[in-house]
């Protein structure tokens, strides 16, 4: 699913949704809401496998509960980004209360990994006054997605498995992929997306690089 070109072009001054146009023929898999035990390592594998290098966001709880799969992703060259410290899903939050929970996010990142996170990413992509202004007082890019996978309406590895085929025939040079890796559905999902991608040609290493490189909004 891809977001409405209304509002991509609304929001376009603070929001990245695709890769800088130096790494057009590149696509970005991100993964949300980890680290998760029995779940990220199997990502991190598969990704490996593929010389791919992703963006994970976090949820900072998770990190505390799972510092050292927080240290693993990163030295294993990924990135990883903030997705707030409790999953705020509020509508309307508090922007104090908001800035807080993020803030405690970034910290228990640089706790577990020595780096405080450069990427930001609004939980549930939920965009209000406090998320837009969060990843500017803290110096992050705001990262959002072009390609919306859907993987967790998918709780059966056959279903993942097709999902994952699908993706990789939709997916578009310079695409940012939402996922997630909260489910082992997940790993059914890589094992045909990776492949299917890097069968038609795309640099699953450079988009990081060339985010990386444009820095905040
Ligand atoms: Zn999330």
Redo the contacts with the bound molecule.
Sequence with gaps: MRPSPLTTALLAPFLVRRLPAAASGSVLLTF??GPVRGVTEGVLDRLAEHSARALF?V?GRQVEAAADLARTVVESGHAVGN?SHT?VMARLPVPGAYFSDVRLCSAAVERATGQAPRFFRA??GRIHPASLAVSRRFGMAHVLWSLDSLDWQCNDPGAAADLGRRLAVEARGGDIVLL?DFSPVVHPLLDQLLPGLTARGFDLSGGLTALDREGPQ
């Design positions: 949300d809401d966001f949820v997705h999953h939980p549930g997630h």
